[in-house]
Nanobody
Framework: QVQLVESGGGLVQAGGSLRLSCAASARTLSSYAVGWFRQRPGKEREFVARISRSGGTTYCADSGKGRFTISRDNTKNTVYLQMNSLKPEDTAVYYC??????????????WGQGTQVTVSS
């Protein structure tokens, strides 16, 4: 069992930045690839980015390319999502997940509770 806790969300103006964190308890997160997803109001959960166990391979959805960066610090058991140049359409609950490798939410076994990101125009 892997327990994930997201943090770092909040209210920011368009063009601003936030860094989300995903910390694991009970077992080391370094054993897993990690994905970030988001769920916008009235929409299905969608893939944002993922990172390999070592951090050597990352992949970002088109919606975040050039603006979002996923990284990890395995010494701190934490994965980050740096979000720059935020837009109002980035407003969503952001979740980290593990136990999967792909871009579909159904592939992931463990989820955090989510952190709200609100971008004002």
């Amino acid at each position: 069992q892997v327990q994930l806790v997201e943090s770092g969300g909040g209210l920011v103006q368009a063009g601003g930045s936030l860094r989300l964190s995903c910390a694991a308890s009970a077992r080391t997160l370094s054993s897993y690839a990690v994905g970030w997803f988001r769920q916008r109001p009235g929409k299905e959960r969608e893939f944002v980015a993922r990172i390999s166990r070592s951090g050597g391979t990352t992949y970002c959805a088109d919606s975040g390319k050039g603006r979002f960066t996923i990284s990890r610090d395995n010494t701190k058991n934490t994965v980050y999502l740096q979000m720059n140049s935020l837009k109002p359409e980035d407003t969503a609950v952001y979740y980290c997940a593990t136990g999967g490798l792909g871009t579909r939410a159904v592939e992931y076994d463990y989820w955090g509770q989510g952190t709200q990101v609100t971008v004002s125009s």
